[in-house]
């Protein structure tokens, strides 16, 4: 009988947490002797293959992270990202915020309003997001992804980000489906991990086919399976959504873009890991 030497499946050296298929695969197949035919032992590969089954994708995912992650804001904005000129700047911080402009309504009176949405020039499927935002008083904004940006409310996935406390004191309530880190009109946070206004939060938004992950400062607040929206207009647990076709039938790709609802929010510190490459 073949004997495997004990550490090619050391499981302690490699936590489910942090094992990847990759891993696995890399110790199984260039390991140089396998016994004296050089093969596995059945028992040994049944092994590996429940290894390769039973590690979940999204945890997975933090073992790879540190390995392909690009920067796409540090302090400079580049031509990696797109929009309307003077729209967003990066301000004296060094931080990336979004700019107002005045417009006169129908009425004659002026008001303030977003200049536009800021998009990544690139195309993104499967990915690990992770960025820093801080919200203004009142803030109404969101991070857009797998979306087309000439129809991003229609043609795209958002996740909320919200004054939750300031939009509820002008308007008396929030619909739990628009609050912060919300799958916005379809799905709430299971809780609030959000911080005061003015402080800077953790963000962490990891997609991989139909599941997403969503991380707020340290916690998981939200986690989605598209194959569940079946219906157009219809969220799983009966409300409706405003949204033309079922979920699970959006695009599997698209580009990232942080929107501009007329109240100020500022980013740092945003990567990406593609995991389609």
Same mark, same amino acid.
């Given at each position: ?24 695969? &890399? ?15 059945q ?21 790879v ?7 796409? =804001? ?11 000129e ?12 979004c700019?107002?402009?005045?417009v ?8 303030l309003?977003?200049m ?15 960025? %820093? ?10 991070? =857009? ?17 919200l &004054?939750?406390e ?32 003015? %402080?800077?939060?953790h963000f ?13 400062n340290?916690?998981?607040v ?5 194959r ?6 219809? $969220? ?32 740092? $510190?945003?990567?990406i890991? $593609?995991l389609?490459?």
């Open positions: 009988q073949n004997v495997i030497p004990n550490d090619i499946l050391k499981i302690k050296s490699y936590t489910i947490n942090r094992l990847t298929k990759f891993n696995l695969i &890399d110790r199984l197949t260039h390991y140089p002797r396998l016994g004296r035919s050089g093969m596995l032992t028992w040994s590969l049944i092994q590996a293959l429940l290894l390769l089954v039973l590690v979940p994708p999204l945890h997975a995912l933090d073992s992270s540190a390995v392909k992650k690009v920067v796409l =804001f540090d302090g400079e904005l580049t031509d990696i990202w797109e929009c309307r003077g729209s967003w700047i990066v301000d004296a911080d060094g931080n990336l915020t700019q107002m402009e005045e006169v309504q129908k009425n004659g009176k002026k008001r309003r977003g536009g949405y800021l998009w990544t020039r690139q195309g993104f499927s499967d990915f690990v997001l992770e960025l %820093e935002y801080r919200l203004s008083k009142q803030a109404n904004s969101g991070v =857009f992804f797998r979306t087309d940006p000439n129809d991003p409310v229609q043609g795209g996935l958002e996740i909320q980000l &004054d939750n300031g939009i509820r004191e002008a308007n008396g309530k929030v619909d739990p489906k628009k609050q912060n880190v919300a799958f916005y009109d379809c799905q709430a946070p299971s809780l609030d991990a959000s911080r005061a206004i003015g %402080e800077w939060n962490r938004l990891s997609c991989r086919g139909p599941i997403m992950k969503i991380e707020l340290g916690k998981v939200n986690e989605v399976d598209l569940e929206w079946t219906e157009s207009g219809m $969220n799983p647990d009966g409300t409706q959504n405003k949204f033309k076709k079922a979920m699970s039938q959006s695009s599997p790709t698209g580009r990232i873009g942080f929107q501009n609802h007329g109240k100020q929010v500022w980013f740092r $510190n945003i990567s890991v $593609n389609g490459e």
